[in-house]
Structures are given as structure tokens and as C-alpha cells.
């Protein structure tokens, strides 16, 4: 059973960093893609960034230039760093595995407030 484990959420200022990770367990192969998504209350959830077994990223508009997706296969772990973040950033991140359907993280909350 394929598992996603977030971690490194929190409260920051804005214009601050931060980094989540994404642990899966129970994937034997790299041909999947791994992803971000995230949702604001009251919101759908949406894409941040997407990136594929062989290193190609895909990013939501709204983050180019300040987010970067990143993988270690060997690790089964997928990365995002978070750079300028913005208030209308706030919202839960998902992890995201996609191989033939979707697995999903419980999600890790970020919040951008002075």
C-alpha cells in the first residue's frame, strides 16, 4: 500500500522560505509522478508543482520563480522550497504520487502572516 508521509510546514513571514518533504513507502519502481498540490479554505484543491521519475518540473503560474520542485528516487522523496512566499500562499500542501491513480498525503499546513 503506497504510503505519503509531509513534513516542514508552519507559520512564516512573509517573504520567508520554507521547505516541505514528502516520504512514500510501499512504490517499488520510479516511473510515477510526484506533485504538490495545495487548498485554501474554501477553495479546490490545486496544483503548485508537478515533476516527473526523469526530473521534469511543471509549475502552477502563480509560483514560477519562487517555488522549485525537486526528487531523490533513491530516497522515494519529493521536496518543495518554498522562497518569497506570500500571504495568498496559505493553505494545506498535499503530496501528491500519481501512477495510474492518485495517492494523498494527510497534508501539512502553511501560513504566510506577519
Known amino acids: 500500500q503506497v504510503r505519503l508521509v509531509e513534513s516542514g510546514g508552519g507559520l512564516v513571514q512573509p517573504g520567508g522560505s520554507l521547505r516541505l518533504s514528502c516520504a512514500a513507502s510501499g512504490i517499488s519502481n520510479r516511473f510515477y509522478l510526484m506533485g504538490w498540490y495545495r487548498q485554501a479554505p474554501g477553495n479546490q484543491r490545486d496544483m503548485v508543482a508537478t515533476i516527473t521519475g526523469g526530473g521534469v518540473a511543471n509549475y502552477a503560474d502563480s509560483v514560477k520563480g519562487r517555488f522549485t520542485i525537486s526528487r531523490d528516487n533513491a530516497k522515494k522523496s519529493v521536496y518543495l522550497q518554498m522562497n518569497s512566499l506570500k500571504p495568498e500562499d496559505t493553505a494545506v500542501y498535499y503530496c501528491?504520487?500519481?501512477?495510474?491513480?492518485?495517492?494523498w498525503g494527510k497534508g501539512t499546513l502553511v501560513t504566510v502572516s506577519s
Open positions: 501528491n504520487l500519481r501512477i495510474g491513480i492518485d495517492y
